[in-house]
């Protein structure tokens, strides 16, 4: 049953120490707000998930959240490197970061088939290339019916899922709308999820007949952060403000400006701060 | 005859190999600047596809993300993720694969994962996204890269994803029976593979290359057909959309919230 949460409270309930946690979000409506909420509570020793990591696991690999991400794409899209990723990878400051690597493909069936129920994935690929030779959890399985040989992975099963989605109802039900990435498998193959939202309404009022809803019994802690996802983006509140996602690759090059940048931006901030991000578009949309 | 550089060049070429009937799925950077681009030239009707989800779409300017908000915008319609790796990929929908990549052997194997040791990297590179499904589910495969001895090398520290494999039928016997890289468009040259070896060879130099220029850009001793052609040059009209294009793109990406 979903809760209407502070967001402090969510993440202190939801996200433990060591835990498995999926911040999901293919480039839309990835939980920047949550994310900071769970840096500045000093978690420690988390296996990240996630397709595409990108700024926001940068900041969480680089505070020193992270001990091992699971992950098939990890860099600045359109822009270049994470440097706090590599720099963990390549000279393990702060700390060394242990990399399962996959293919989108993988993961997505990964999460699929944790929302299923499965112990495993089953998919046409990883065929000839070296992944296989670096990450001992791909395998093969034979199919019993054509005989043809196919990649196996386990399923994701998070602990945890954290997502950001436009709109939640009073009870707690969540729709998303727009490039919906894997967030509605990420939270029904976890544990625990919390869900940040731009806003809460009454009821969600004309829509769709197959519009994208998680229901509140999927869920544990439903969270009004207007503009939670910001510098990525929540259709039709907020757009990807693209010239920042730049920008990070100078903030996050060095460790002291990236430092510096933290502790102004999220050590001394909360998640009203937000709002104040994204307030001109999103009042021009509500 | 118009003044343009050999990035343009290349963009316009790979922009080329494409046809209005082509249903491609769609890199960001390089592949997406080309697709666009052949949909606002010659190919108006070919469907391109991004895999975060968006079917069809028809963006005004380049998405900097692969999930911008004006690929969902324009789109026929967004699929999630998973479908779009399970029923359009590896279902067999796409045509046309368009990959980039951080190193290139003469097979057209690709890294894009790590440069040195994959336990001790000397630079981590973003890892393989789609790619290693892309290249043995779509129906062929189109790679743009610029050339340089340090991508186009004569060993893959990492093969991400592949090609023709060790060349011949090395592919086919992996069983995938997809064709594989058909063009490599690059800064200077359009290579396709050789018919019998699959080693990648120059069968077009962009106007004014020379051979030795190719060769001393790549890392493996380069093939070159029986019949080299010149690559046409630019059209007026093909360096205005595509300039356009990259300026509507800079305008957009410099904007702040």
Known sequence: ?286 | MVDYKPNEMMTIAAARALKNDDVCFVGIGMPSAAANLARLTHAPDIVLIYESGTLATKPNVLPLSIGDGELCETALTTVPVPEMFRYWLQGGRIKVGFLGGAQIDKYANLNTTVVGPYDKPKVRLPGGGGAPEIATSCGEIFIIMAQGKRSFVDRLDFVTSIGHVSGGDSRARLGVKTKGPTKLITDLALFEPDAQSKEMTVVSLHPGVTREQVQDNTGWPVKFAAQVAETPPPTARELEVLRELHARTNRAHSEAA
Request: glycine letters at 8%.
């Open chain 1, 1 to 286: 049953m979903a809760r209407i949460s502070s967001l402090s409270e969510a993440i202190k309930d939801a996200v433990r120490d060591g835990d498995t946690v999926a911040l999901e979000g293919f480039t839309h409506l990835i939980p920047h707000a949550a994310a900071h909420e769970i840096i500045r509570q000093g978690r420690k020793r988390l296996t990240l998930i996630r397709m595409t990591p990108d700024l926001i696991y940068d900041q969480l690999i680089g505070m020193g959240c992270v001990d091992r991400l699971i992950f098939s794409w990890g860099g600045n899209p359109g822009v270049g490197s994470l440097h706090r990723l590599r720099d963990a990878v390549e000279n393990g400051w702060p700390q060394k970061l242990e990399l399962e690597e996959h293919s989108h493909a993988a993961m997505a069936n990964a999460y699929e088939a944790g929302a299923a129920g499965l112990p495993c994935a089953i998919f046409r690929g990883y065929i000839g290339g070296d992944m296989p030779k670096v990450n001992p959890k791909i395998k093969r399985v034979i199919c019993p019916f054509t005989g043809e040989e196919l990649a196996a992975i386990p399923a994701h099963r998070p602990d945890v899922a954290v997502i950001h989605a436009q709109r939640a109802d009073k009870a707690g039900n969540v729709m998303i709308e727009g490039v919906l990435g894997v967030q509605k498998e990420a939270v029904l193959a976890s544990k625990r999820s919390v869900v940040t939202v731009e806003q809460i309404v009454e009821d969600f009022g004309p829509r769709s007949l197959n519009a994208v809803i998680l229901p509140h019994w999927t869920i544990q802690h439903v969270v009004a952060v207007p503009g939670g996802a910001f510098p990525s983006y929540a259709q039709g509140y907020y757009a990807r403000n693209n010239s920042f996602y730049k920008k990070w690759d100078d903030i996050a090059r060095e460790r002291d400006t990236f430092l510096a940048w933290m502790k102004t931006n999220v050590l001394e901030k909360g998640p009203e701060a937000f709002a104040q991000y994204t307030r001109k578009q999103r009042a021009a949309a509500e």
